[in-house]
């Protein structure tokens, strides 16, 4: 009798229940950051409330999609990994800049065309992956660790450091609640309970939050049953080659981004991202990108913030993912459903940010423990590549006074530390750069088994 082919825990599919519940505990993750890209630039353009709500819609409509496509693959397109995609930041102040000079539809119009140019580079850019060894990995998953922290610290002061609550003793103890309320269900349960670990510490720190009147549940009851956003909705896109470029440069950070992500949870699930496997997931970018300019949303790339759930979790399905994607579009059709998962208190989420964040720097101390660093050069380009990665989180008005696309790029720590660690690593080690690592990781602790 034939043996069956072990599956491997990224491609195993998991009974409809923890399907749906892991896949929740990721949406309730990454819903915040989902919507304030919308959010952010609606209020920057003068957009109406109506048009805001058109925009919040329809992202998380492409964001489900764009998950999908990521996680379940097709043809060439698609890393077939657990990466929950969601609008890019890095393209939220060129799109600020080109709607303000020239109008949402050419802002839609250079969105579009920079997603078409995303799919012809996928090529080209894939090439690049042995400019990344363990040390380059390394420093690149620490660095996006960190540097996620200050959005931990803003969820847990209250969502707006400007509201006169914020840093408030109700908001840091109920983000400190939640923070214990999801250690002690992680320590104390294994199997499916401890892997939900994180959705059970939002439940309760959101009970918590109702009983001392600390949530809002009325936009739930104001927002409506049944919404479709339709394609073109704020009229023709508008394609201007200024626009068009300024856009294509913010693809460039958002792919540099996407190797990173790529990188950090095929070594988290055990199953290192190939030259293939980059193409795949810069094509899956783009044609999303490409969607979201017709479906009246922005460019898609990976978020980082779900990387440390998977992490803490230890839950590696794609498919978990792929469900997360498909409870993102119910969300975008079902308006109702969104408004009540954006219930969650914003502490709340600081306080499980926290664990996850850590637990994304702690897969980067990881990988660096894989790197020779006696007798080498590695100590100073981790040394120096994860200090300048974290310049711009932990000094944001450092490079307020550069210009245009310069910004851009400066203001990337991910990119930032991803290029210092690839140019000191090419300039330091050279041909060497590939040896000066320990032994890899046996075949045995790349593929744990995932606990159900």
Wanted: proline share 6%; net charge neutral; with cysteine.
């Amino acid at each position: 009798m034939k043996t069956p082919t072990p599956v491997h825990p990224v491609d195993e599919i998991l009974p409809l229940r923890q399907l749906a519940s892991f896949g929740l505990q990721h949406v309730l993750v990454m819903y915040a950051g989902a919507v304030a890209v919308p959010l952010i630039l609606g209020s920057a353009l003068g957009l109406s409330a109506a048009q805001v709500v058109m925009l919040i819609n329809a992202n998380l409509l492409t964001s489900g999609i764009a998950t999908m496509i990521q996680c379940l693959g097709f043809w060439k397109f698609g890393a077939r990994l657990p990466m929950i995609q969601g609008c890019s930041f890095i393209a939220l102040a060129p799109m600020i800049m080109i709607g303000k000079q020239y109008g949402l539809t050419t802002v839609f119009g250079a969105v579009i065309a920079a997603g078409a140019a995303t799919i012809a580079l996928a090529p080209v850019f894939s090439r690049l992956l042995r400019f990344f060894p363990p040390v380059v990995i390394g420093s690149l998953i620490t660095i996006i660790g960190i540097s996620l922290m200050p959005a931990a610290a803003i969820w847990l002061g209250g969502g707006n450091p400007r509201a006169a609550d914020f840093g408030s003793m109700p908001n840091l103890l109920l983000g400190a609640a939640t923070i214990a309320i999801t250690l002690f269900i992680y320590a104390r349960f294994r199997g499916f309970v401890g892997n939900l670990a994180v959705l059970l510490g939002l439940v309760a720190g959101t009970a918590i939050a109702t009983a001392f009147g600390l949530t809002d549940f009325a936009h739930v009851g104001n927002a409506a049953w049944f919404e479709v956003s339709p394609p073109f909705a704020f009229g023709m896109p508008q394609f201007g080659v200024a626009p068009t470029l300024v856009m294509i440069l913010a693809m460039l950070v958002i792919m540099a981004e996407t190797t990173g992500n790529c990188l950090a949870i095929g070594q988290i699930v055990g199953k290192p991202s190939s030259q293939e496997t980059l193409g795949n997931a810069f094509r899956a970018d783009g044609l999303s990108t490409m969607l979201g300019g017709i479906f009246n949303s922005f460019p898609y790339n990976a978020f980082t913030q779900n990387t440390g759930l998977i992490a803490l979790s230890s839950v590696k399905s794609r498919y978990v993912v792929a469900a997360a994607g498909a409870i993102m579009v119910l969300m975008g059709l079902f308006p109702k459903l969104g408004a009540l998962i954006a219930s969650v208190p914003r502490p709340v989420l600081g306080g499980c940010a926290i664990v996850m964040f850590g637990m994304t720097t702690v897969a980067g101390i990881q990988e660096l423990s894989r790197v020779k660093f006696d007798g080498t050069r590695n100590a100073i380009i981790v040394a120096v590549s994860v200090s300048v990665g974290v310049l711009p989180m932990s000094f944001p008005v450092l490079f307020e006074h550069a210009g245009g696309t310069l910004k851009l790029v400066l203001e990337s720590g991910i990119f930032l530390g991803g290029i210092t660690a690839i140019l000191l690593n090419v300039l330091l080690n050279g041909s060497a750069a590939q040896a000066d690592t320990e032994a890899p990781l046996l075949p045995a602790q790349a593929e744990e088994p995932t606990q159900s």
